[in-house]
């Protein structure tokens, strides 16, 4: 069993540093001669992309969560919740795609394997976190727009705002950190482009975790949202 473990374990670093940067004068890097075949004019739009979607969204999120402290109407349970969106969206913006913009510039991840595990969890928590806090968005608005007739009935209190919070961040915790217990990995983007993701384009990849993450993380968002949204027109008369 220890030699198992210690063979993933080597396949596990020969595969990270076959995907990372690690020398800079290393010539038969697979990676660096497909990154040095990109277009220079996609790397500078590239770079012009995700520098204005980190500082849009850091400065935007900030001036809404500025407005929400400043002003105690605001206060109310459903707003919490919207809070909770908006924080999940900074870290995107911050982490998320300052890990992007430094694998762009640096023609790949080059900031060693606990860091890309650690930046690839927390991006991913808090990606799952923002969907699913989209999720409970649509589902009280369905409710509390038509059926009450305003955004703060349908979520009685702050406590039960809070409930939700702390659901969703569980939700998204089971769906970002199995790879830190075995199950999945977290990898730098095999592209060179982008920053530490779950490993889903290698031939080590793990089948059960990629379809956990596709009907739990994605497919279960895909059709709520709709279905709560559509409900939502019919029972306002948009569609009846």
Known sequence: MTG???????????YFSKLSKIAENDTNNELSDRLHAVP??????????I?????????????????????????APY??????LICAE??????????????????GWVLGNELCVVSGALVTTAAFASSATLCALSVFRYGS?????????????VRAAMKVIVGVWMYAMALSLPPLFGWGRYTPDQSG????????HSREVDQGYIMYLLIMG???????IPISSIMTCIDGGVLS
């Open 90 to 107: 900074i870290i995107l913006s911050s982490l998320g795609l300052g890990m992007d913009f430094q694998a762009l510039i640096q023609n």
């Open 51 to 75: 520098t204005s979607l980190g500082i849009n969204g850091m400065l935007l999120n900030g001036l809404v969560i500025r407005s929400f402290i400043s002003n105690p109407t605001l206060h």
């Open 79 to 84: 707003n919490l919740i919207v809070l909770n």
């Open 145 to 157: 727009i038509f059926h009450y007739g305003n955004f703060e009935e349908n979520v009685p209190s």
């Open 218 to 224: 994605f497919g279960t968002p895909s059709i709520i």
């Open 40 to 49: 220079i004019w996609y790397f500078t739009s590239m770079c012009i992309c």
């Open 193 to 200: 482009l982008l920053g530490c993701s779950v490993d889903w």
């Open 4 to 14: 198992h473990s210690n063979l993933s374990t080597l396949d596990d670093m020969q």
